[in-house]
């Protein structure tokens, strides 16, 4: 079964920027390949929300209103592992952050968290002064 961690989070003051990374275990590099992979968070009191994703072709994203244009997501398979370069945060950006993967064949981005397979135990990002 797919291990995914999170690491990257922190308190940051309004403005700044962090970036988080998520490191996939027990698959080889070419399952790696094979999963979509995607970035959802939660703050408290809300439902969890898509926020990025990232196909299988790396040139394939998609991100909520939210995150466009401020976060960037990546992935880097020879490492297994995929980014989220967060910048200009806001204090509405606090929340724990997950990563998310599923295998599939098909290059398709998936925002939609009931698709994902595989959940990290979520990395705590606060925005504050």
């Known amino acids: 079964q797919v291990q995914l961690v999170e690491s990257g989070g922190g308190l940051v003051q309004p403005g700044g920027s962090l970036r988080l990374s998520c490191v996939a275990s027990?698959?080889?590099?070419?399952?790696?390949?094979?999963?979509?992979m995607g970035w959802f968070r939660q703050a408290p009191g809300q439902a969890r929300e898509f926020i990025a994703g990232?196909?299988?072709?790396?040139?394939?994203?998609k991100y909520a209103d939210s995150a466009n244009g401020r976060f960037t997501i990546s992935r880097d398979n020879t490492k297994m592992t995929q980014y989220l370069q967060m910048n200009n945060l806001e204090p509405e950006d606090t929340a724990v952050y997950y990563c998310a993967a599923r295998e599939t064949w098909a290059n398709i981005v998936f925002d939609d968290e009931a698709e994902y397979d595989y959940w990290g135990q979520g990395t705590q990002v606060t925005v504050s002064s």
């Open positions: 027990r698959l080889d590099g070419d399952d790696f390949r094979r999963h979509v």
């Open positions: 990232v196909g299988r072709i790396e040139s394939n994203t």
